[in-house]
């Protein structure tokens, strides 16, 4: 960064130590003009979707970074040019370009408006790009005696795909940028034609080409969300020895009870759903038995018993399973737990929940029912010691009052970590669940 005109702004470090993170989009262009805390851009990180504010305001002069590309945390991604600190006009380039060459550890790292940034020197670990950066010129720029296409990385990929030299694709995209259909163009008319054989007993279908191979199949890159989901998964299936009990409720009443409090004026301008009251339930259950809302210490060889409860909802999103959570959920009187819930549910959809919502959980709940199932066996959110999963509500035969009566069931599924709940504690803690969804009351017995 120099000390005047052209400012470089580096990708921060929006919280829990993330080392790299996808630029998704741009909202500026070079030779707009931006504000303080204007968004610029929007990245996905490891946990979530964040949009960055500009630390600083003037003209985008370049962006260094094209959007689809993932970069470390440190990278420069947006150059500003600010006018210089008292109004005098920009640094000449030359002198922007000593400063660009000076080592990446020793540029002070800007302040993300907002976030902050991490403590001590910024240290830009080497890594291998997933697009070229951004070009600022439309002419194609010459490296030696071999002319540098241009194409965007998903183009990229597909000629490398098919097994296409770009160089030999004739482009028709403005400014002499290759298309994808380009390349497919270039790949049928490469295609080589069958040599003529004798006729076969048996007639076979044709061998598919290198481009029925790409229609068929879909290549999704783990990165962002998916990335986190899939490590955090496979550690807590692989580190905690999980238990999963089963428990069938009839839930007549439950769902009796979400229609009268639907017609509640505290609920006015919430929705309810049965999603509400099994989450108060499974708050009565931690309450009578805290060790169910604990963790396991490897390092210190302890067990943790958080004499607090924020409670996490698993949801699918389009970029994966995230697991945001309601913070002092045991504190919060049902209308304030049902706003709660709403607001949560409505960010993941939406992919605004933020890094600060997916950290902190102590116990989960997963609501299957949502896609048609019964049941389950979930796997623990890392650090917890039991998810609660809970299947559809389904109209079933059940024996109610000594008589074979139609009743709204629905069942449970408890996964506990075995090191530190064991089959005694996790059967009473799914047990009071289901005592309590039977007969709502025992919220307003148990909740005092």
């Not at 009351?441 to 148990?446: F, N």
Request: proline share 9%.
């Amino acid at each position: 960064m120099t000390q005047q005109g052209i400012r470089q702004f580096a990708l921060p470090d929006v919280g829990e130590g993330l080392t790299e993170a996808e630029i998704l989009s741009w909202a500026v262009q070079p030779g707009d003009e931006v504000k303080v805390n204007q968004v610029i851009c929007e990245i996905e990180t490891a946990k979530a979707v964040v949009e960055l504010p500009s630390p600083f305001p003037g003209r985008v002069s370049e962006l260094l970074v094209e959007a689809g590309t993932t970069v470390a945390v440190g990278t420069p991604i947006i150059a500003v040019d600010t006018g210089g600190a008292d109004g005098a006009p920009p640094a000449p380039a030359a002198a922007a370009s000593a400063d660009s060459a000076r080592p990446a550890e020793e540029k002070p790292e800007p302040v993300l408006v907002g976030y902050g940034v991490k403590s001590g020197a910024t240290r830009r670990r080497s890594r291998r790009r997933t697009g070229p950066p951004a070009l600022s010129r439309p002419a194609a720029p010459q490296r030696g005696t071999r002319t540098v296409v241009l194409a965007k990385p998903p183009v990229r990929k597909l000629a490398k795909d098919l097994g296409v030299d770009l160089h030999a694709v004739t482009p028709s995209g403005p400014n002499g940028i290759v298309t994808r259909e380009d390349v497919r163009r270039h790949a049928a008319q490469a295609e080589p034609q069958p040599a003529p054989r004798a006729p076969e007993p048996a007639v076979s279908a044709p061998a598919p080409t290198a481009a029925d191979r790409t229609a068929r199949e879909e290549r999704i890159p783990v990165r962002g969300v998916l990335k986190h989901m899939a490590a955090a998964m496979v550690d807590s299936a692989f580190t905690a020895p999980h238990v999963t009990e089963f428990l069938q409720v009839d839930v007549t009443r439950t769902v009796k009870a979400v229609r009268r409090l639907r017609e509640r004026p505290e609920f006015a301008d919430v929705k309810v759903s049965p999603l509400l009251l099994v989450a108060r339930a499974l708050l009565v259950a931690v309450r009578r038995h805290p060790r169910i809302n604990a963790s396991w210490d490897e390092a210190n060889q302890e067990v943790v018993v958080r004499h607090y409860v924020n409670l996490g909802i698993a949801a699918a999103t389009e970029r994966g399973l995230v697991v945001p959570n309601i913070k002092d959920a045991d504190r919060l009187p049902l209308p304030n737990l049902a706003r709660a819930l709403a607001e949560l549910t409505e960010k993941a959809r939406s992919g605004r929940t933020s890094p600060a919502d997916l950290t902190g959980g102590t116990i989960t709940i997963t609501n299957i029912g949502v896609f048609g199932v019964d049941g389950g066996t979930p796997i623990l959110n890392p650090g917890e010691a039991a998810i609660l999963a809970v299947g559809q509500i389904r109209d079933m035969p059940w024996v109610h009052k000594g008589k074979l009566k139609i009743r709204k069931v629905a069942t449970l599924s408890l996964s506990f970590d075995h090191r530190l709940v064991d089959g005694e504690l996790g059967s009473k803690v799914l047990r009071d669940v289901g005592a309590v969804l039977e007969n709502p009351k025992e919220l307003v017995l148990a909740w005092g």
